[in-house]
């Protein structure tokens, strides 16, 4: 059984960063693609990045040149780089594996103004 588990989040003020990581446990074959999603207070959860196993990686444009995504060669660990925060980034962020439909609990990010 495969498990997700991300961390990292935190209080930021705006214009900081933080790197979130998700860390997947039990048989990791068929993990990838992965994403990274969050969900703000009162909106629903959407997609922030993703990344294959053979290291592409996407992120969307309301992020682009702020957040990336990497990860190590298909291996069990993901990252979500944040840089220059925002406060409408404030939001739980989770991590999920596309291929498997399975998310982790998430990681609380808040940025002050």
């Known amino acids: 059984q495969v498990k997700l588990a991300e961390s990292g989040g935190g209080l930021v003020q705006a214009g900081g960063s933080l790197r979130l990581t998700c860390v997947a446990s039990g048989d990791i074959s068929n993990i990838y693609p992965m994403a990274w999603h969050r969900q703000a207070p009162g909106k629903q959860r959407e997609l922030v990045a993703t990344i294959t196993g053979g290291g592409s990686r996407k992120v969307v444009n309301s992020v682009k040149g702020r957040f990336s995504v990497s990860g190590e060669n298909a291996g069990d660990t993901i990252y979500l780089q944040m840089n220059d925060l925002k406060p409408e980034d404030t939001a739980v962020y989770y991590c999920?594996?596309?291929?498997?439909?399975?998310w982790g609990q998430g990681t609380q990010v808040t940025v002050s103004s």
């Open positions: 999920k594996s596309i291929k498997m439909d399975i």
